[in-house]
């Protein structure tokens, strides 16, 4: 099953806006980190938060951690078109079994960015 | 720049044909692994490797097998394609383990038609 869940599944903005996007998972994480995908494209990974850290930055992207709350979130600040993508959250469980250093991949938000 | 090649962008095939979709990284990375991606399930881990002629089970190996006989190729293969074989997919690779601030880097997708 997949461990990342993200919510909404479509987001729909216009330019300049931003978007935010949720991610919960079930397990213990080492950490977890965040990938684009461009329609029909492979993914490309955009940051990576460590279990024992609380926010990350990126350029326009930030990225919280709530371990107590097993939720992640992503927000992307003054959108723009080009941003128009799927975005998936990924995890990698605590060390330890043969789950260690595999990501499972959520389902993924599709966000529009009208012009 | 690291560079993740899928042979193959798009692949239509016969029910019971052997296929094999292969993927080349050119960064000495460790790891490899091959996901497939459909809609509403996100990405689901097929198989992975650790190093040359290791293999190991994902969430979903059953129906595929695969090679490493080089550190930088990584082959998926289909026995006898099915026509629920129908997916996407990704080929990807990382230098350090994901549990280990390892970043995946992905190919761009080999979408397979079973027919």
């Known amino acids: 099953s997949q461990q990342g869940e993200e919510d909404p599944q479509a987001l729909s903005i216009q330019e300049g806006e931003n978007a935010t996007m949720n991610c919960s998972y079930k397990?213990?994480?080492?950490?977890l980190q965040w990938y684009r995908q461009n329609s029909g494209r492979g993914l490309v990974h955009l940051i990576l938060?460590?279990?024992?850290?609380r926010e990350k930055h990126s350029g326009r992207l930030r990225v919280t951690l709530d371990t107590s709350k097993k939720s992640s979130s992503l927000l992307i600040t003054a959108s723009r078109a080009a941003d128009t993508a799927s975005y998936f959250c990924?995890?990698?469980?605590?060390?330890?079994?043969?789950?260690?250093?595999?990501?499972?991949f959520g389902q993924g938000t599709i966000l529009t960015v009208h012009p | 720049d690291v560079k993740v090649t899928q042979s193959s962008r798009y692949l239509v095939k016969r029910t019971g044909e052997k296929v094999f979709l292969e993927c080349v990284q050119d960064?000495?990375?460790?790891?490899m692994f091959w996901y497939r991606q459909d809609p509403g399930l996100g990405l689901r881990l097929i198989y992975f490797?650790?190093?040359?002629?290791?293999?190991e089970k994902g969430d979903i190996p059953e129906g595929y097998s695969v090679s490493r006989e080089k550190k930088e190729r990584f082959s998926l293969i289909l026995e006898s394609a099915s026509t629920n074989q129908t997916s996407m997919y990704l080929c990807?690779?990382?230098?350090?383990?994901?549990?280990?601030?390892?970043?995946?880097?992905f190919g761009e997708g080999s979408r397979l038609t079973v027919l």
């Open positions: 990807a690779s990382t230098l350090r383990p994901a549990g280990v601030s390892g970043e995946l880097f």
């Open positions: 397990t213990s994480i080492n950490n």
């Open positions: 938060i460590r279990s024992n850290e």
């Open positions: 990924a995890t990698v469980p605590r060390a330890g079994g043969t789950s260690y250093g595999k990501l499972t």
């Open positions: 960064m000495d990375h460790e790891n």
């Open positions: 490797s650790y190093d040359v002629k290791m293999k």
